[in-house]
């Protein structure tokens, strides 16, 4: 049975009612287009509603509807109760969410009672905004286009919430005919000429790559200071900032992971203060890092710090090649009777290869 197109509303509500249940085999997967809400699948509006199989070629004024699925003809597009309308649309590649950019439009209705889209209207003949020279004009011209429709709100002016659904298709140059493609696969083109074509053999012997060093920078006489001190809570408070330290991880063959821990000293000065007094936030510096997966350690607060299990990064097995670069905030707080002076100590930092 063809559907009347100037009938199309009512025609293919009765055909369609008439095939639940029915599936299509004969149609391509689809891969939805970038910018694509939803997959827009071509239909057989002459027949049964079927989905067709990509690279038909069909006329401009074929009878082409728009499905979401393969399975079910019955099944919807997804309703956006934000619109007021819905369009029809040409449009050239990349353009599809740029309604003043749609080379020609045409009007679709909702299901009664809803804001659902149903087998709509996918035939070229129906482009019939801002007028007919404007899909004449890409019937002559030819070329790559989207073919689909559009939730619309603002009197038409603009794409609602609920999106575009859209397919690829070729329109061959004055010749009034048009291919779908159902995937992302390229253009239609001419059958190559076999005598205009010639292959090239190519081979290349390759070795095999070795692993190379793990390493640690520490930058010569590295040395924190910490700044001024202050009250807080009524105990000595000061903050400082560890040096850049450079991890380097040319293990590119076996890449089992690292870890990278410190060990501080007591702080001696007036009196001795427990290491644990220091605290520090490690971080993954980002510039100069070339490398991914390796991971910060957790931070240490001062008065309670576990310097026996500090770790500043560690990278898993396949994480941290190449470099990275770590960091850390430092803070200090004395305790309440520690006498007022200057408190020194030492941290180690030692790498290990996993």
Do not use: C
Request: glycine share 12%; hydrophobic share 40%; no cysteine.
């Amino acid at each position: 049975m063809k559907l009347n197109r100037l009938a199309r509303v009512a025609a293919i509500g009765l055909a369609a009612a008439a095939l639940v249940g029915m599936t299509s085999t004969a149609a391509s997967a689809q891969t939805k287009p970038a910018n694509s809400t939803g997959a827009f699948y071509i239909a057989n509006g002459e027949t049964d509603g079927s989905v067709m199989t990509e690279g038909t070629v069909n006329g401009f004024e074929f009878a082409a509807l728009g499905r979401p699925d393969t399975t079910d003809v019955n099944t919807h597009f997804a309703a956006d109760p934000t619109a007021e309308s819905a369009t029809l649309f040409i449009s050239p590649r990349g353009s599809e969410l740029n309604p003043s950019a749609w080379n020609a439009t045409g009007v679709l209705a909702f299901v009664p009672g809803t804001k659902d889209i149903w087998l709509p209207s996918a035939s070229l003949s129906s482009l019939t905004t801002p007028g007919a020279s404007s899909i004449d004009a890409v019937r002559a011209a030819g070329g790559d286009y989207s073919l689909g429709f559009a939730y619309m709100r603002n009197n038409g002016l603009n794409i609602s919430a609920g999106g575009v659904y859209f397919a690829h298709i070729h329109v061959t140059a004055g010749s009034g005919s048009w291919t779908f493609l159902n995937s992302e696969a390229a253009s239609t083109q001419p059958p190559v000429d076999p005598t205009m074509t010639g292959d090239i053999d190519l081979q290349a012997t390759t070795v095999a790559a070795q692993d190379g060093n793990l390493s640690l920078s520490v930058p010569a006489s590295a040395k924190v200071t910490f700044g001024a001190a202050t009250l807080v809570d009524n105990r000595s408070t000061s903050t400082g900032t560890l040096p850049n330290v450079t991890v380097q991880d040319d293990r590119v063959v076996s890449h089992p992971g690292w870890t990278l821990s410190a060990t501080v000293a007591d702080f001696a000065g007036p009196q001795t203060i427990d290491k644990k007094q220091l605290g520090w936030t490690p971080a993954v510096v980002t510039a100069g890092t070339t490398s991914t997966g390796a991971v910060a350690g957790a931070a240490l607060s001062a008065g309670s710090a576990n310097w026996g299990s500090a770790k500043l990064a560690a990278a898993p097995s396949g994480a941290g090649l190449g470099t990275t670069v770590l960091g850390a905030n430092l803070t200090f707080v004395a305790p309440g009777d520690a006498p007022a002076g200057t408190y020194t100590s030492k941290m180690t930092l030692t790498l290990v290869g996993e």
